[in-house]
T-cell receptor
Framework: NAGVMQNPRHLVRRRGQEARLRCSPM?????VYWYRQLPEEGLKFMVY????????ESGMPKERFSAEFPKEGPSILRIQQVVRGDSAAYFC???????????????FGDGTRLSIL | DAKTTQPPSMDCAEGRAANLPCNHS???????VYWYRQIHSQGPQYIIH???NNETNEMASLIITEDRKSSTLILPHATLRDTAVYYC???????????FGKGTRLSVIA
């Protein structure tokens, strides 16, 4: 039973380029969460999505960041015109849906380490 | 902000039980206590969660006080591979995001 899959594991971009981070949730999970961990800091929530819907984006920066979770395919976190401060580890988590799943834990992938030159 | 308080660091001898405390004095009736850990450079790993009863699984035990204002995560026989940052998180029922604090950095020593 495959876990949450994130790719790439490492991504290097130059300032001004775009970064695309992908997340495939666990089988049977249709809730996806993105978190960011800056160097030497804790994880901070960014956005929560269900298939084709953004449920909570209260942690997303107002500009340059967007997320989607299409009907088919992985969830994508997109960062446009990257800056040095975007260098961080980005983690995706997923959880199941359904009446009995309300208190089920989120399971995390191993993250994408984004480095901005 | 996180609704939990944890000591910043702890040491534990290999083979001994590691008891990690967590205070959550403002917890409400429908909030669960979750524990995760993060081993260096990996994603957070779910350990255990509970509402008011003590819980045990293959990884750990969770002891929640009767007033629910604090809890203890117990790793019964710590190994070097248990060295990690341990996060205690209080979360409403449902699919709400997790709010991570600074956690406890557990060092298991040979």
């Amino acid at each position: 039973n495959a876990g949450v899959m994130q790719n790439p594991r490492h991504l290097v971009r130059r300032r001004g380029q775009e970064a695309r981070l992908r997340c495939s949730p666990m089988k049977g999970h249709s809730h996806v969460y993105w978190y960011r961990q800056l160097p030497e800091e804790g994880l901070k929530f960014m956005v929560y999505l269900q298939k084709e819907n953004i449920i909570d984006e209260s942690g997303m920066p107002k500009e340059r960041f967007s997320a989607e979770f299409p009907k088919e395919g992985p969830s994508i976190l997109r960062i446009q015109q990257v800056v040095r401060g975007d260098s961080a580890a980005y983690f995706c988590a997923s959880s199941p849906v359904g009446q009995g799943a309300r208190n089920q834990p989120q399971h995390f992938g191993d993250g994408t380490r984004l480095s901005i030159l | 902000d996180a609704k939990t308080t944890q000591p910043p660091s702890m040491d534990c001898a290999e083979g001994r039980a590691a008891n990690l405390p967590c205070n959550h004095s403002t917890i409400s009736g429908n909030e669960y206590v979750y524990w995760y850990r993060q081993i260096h450079s990996q994603g957070p790993q779910y350990i255990i969660h509970g509402l008011k009863n003590n819980e045990t699984n293959e990884m750990a035990s969770l002891i929640i006080t009767e007033d629910r204002k604090s809890s203890t995560l117990i790793l019964p026989h710590a190994t070097l591979r248990d060295t990690a940052v341990y996060y205690c998180i209080v979360r409403h029922s449902g699919n709400t995001p997790l709010v991570f604090g600074k956690g406890t950095r557990l060092s298991v020593i040979a």
